[in-house]
C-alpha cells in the first residue's frame, strides 16, 4: 500500500463549480503538506503549503488538513477553464529521517469545461 | 516566483550517445533534487543533494549519475543513452528548513 494514496480522476466538472480533490495518508510523522499544480508538459508548481493541521485561504483555494483522520483536502471555488491541469499532494516529516524529501500522490487530473 | 532553470527544454538523441541535463537555481538553496517522470505517471525520486559535495540516489534505481560542485548547479548525465531513458526529467530545489520544493520546467528526453 502506497504511503499517499491519491484520486486520480479524471475529474470533470463545469465552469463555475467547486472542485474538492482529496489525499490520504499512512505515515503520522507527516507534518508538512503542499499541493502542486502541473500542466501538460510543464514541472509543478507550488499552490498552497500549510503545517499540521488546520485550513489555509488563498483566493479562490482552500486547503485542510486533518491529521487525525489522516486526509488532506484541496478545494476550488468557482473554477475556471484554467484550472484545468493534474493536482499533486505531497508531504513531508519536517526533516526527520526523510532529509527534507517529500512524497508524492499520485495526482489527480482535472477538467474545468466552459 | 522560483528561480530554477534547467536545459535543453527538450532533447532527441541516439541511442548510446552521453548527455547531460543542466540545473540551475538563484535561490541559494542548499537542497536539490532529480525526479523522472513519464507522461500521465508519478513524479520518482532518482537523485538528491544537501550541498556541495553532497549526492544520494533516491527512491527509484537509475543509471544517472550527478554531481554538485556549486551550490547553483545540480547536472545530471547520462554516459550511454538508451530507448528506456525516455521521460521527463524535474529538477527541483529547496531551502534549508524548509522541504517545499520549487520545480524547474522540466527536460523532454527523447532517445531514438
Known amino acids: 500500500q502506497k504511503e499517499v494514496e491519491q484520486d486520480p480522476g479524471p475529474l470533470s466538472v463545469p465552469e463555475g463549480a467547486i472542485v474538492s480533490l482529496n489525499c490520504t495518508y499512512s505515515?503520522?510523522?507527516?507534518?508538512?503538506f503542499m499541493w502542486y499544480r502541473q500542466y501538460s508538459r510543464k514541472g509543478p508548481e507550488l499552490l498552497m503549503y500549510?503545517?499540521?493541521?488546520g485550513n489555509k485561504e488563498d483566493g479562490r483555494f482552500t486547503a485542510q488538513v486533518d491529521k487525525s483522520s489522516k486526509y488532506i483536502s484541496l478545494f476550488i471555488r468557482d473554477s475556471q477553464p484554467s484550472d484545468s491541469a493534474t493536482y499533486l499532494c505531497?508531504?513531508?516529516?519536517?526533516?526527520?529521517?526523510?532529509?527534507?524529501?517529500?512524497?508524492f500522490g499520485q495526482g489527480t487530473i482535472l477538467t474545468v469545461h466552459p | 516566483e522560483a528561480d530554477i532553470y534547467q536545459t535543453p527544454r527538450y532533447l532527441v538523441i541516439g541511442t548510446g550517445k552521453k548527455i547531460t541535463l543542466e540545473c540551475s537555481q538563484t535561490m541559494g538553496h542548499d537542497k536539490m533534487y532529480w525526479y523522472q517522470q513519464d507522461p500521465g505517471m508519478e513524479l520518482h525520486l532518482i537523485h538528491y543533494s544537501y550541498g556541495v559535495n553532497s549526492t544520494e540516489k533516491g527512491d527509484l534505481s537509475s543509471e544517472s549519475t550527478v554531481s554538485r560542485i556549486r551550490t547553483e548547479h545540480f547536472p545530471l548525465t547520462l554516459e550511454s543513452a538508451r530507448p528506456s531513458h525516455t521521460s521527463q526529467y524535474l529538477c527541483?530545489?529547496?531551502?534549508?528548513?524548509?522541504?517545499?520544493?520549487?520545480f524547474g520546467p522540466g527536460t523532454r528526453l527523447t532517445v531514438l
Open positions: 505515515n503520522s510523522a507527516f507534518q508538512y
Open positions: 527541483a530545489s529547496a531551502g534549508l528548513g524548509t522541504d517545499t520544493q520549487y
Open positions: 505531497a508531504m513531508s516529516d519536517g526533516g526527520g529521517t526523510s532529509y527534507g524529501k517529500l512524497t
Open positions: 500549510t503545517y499540521s493541521s
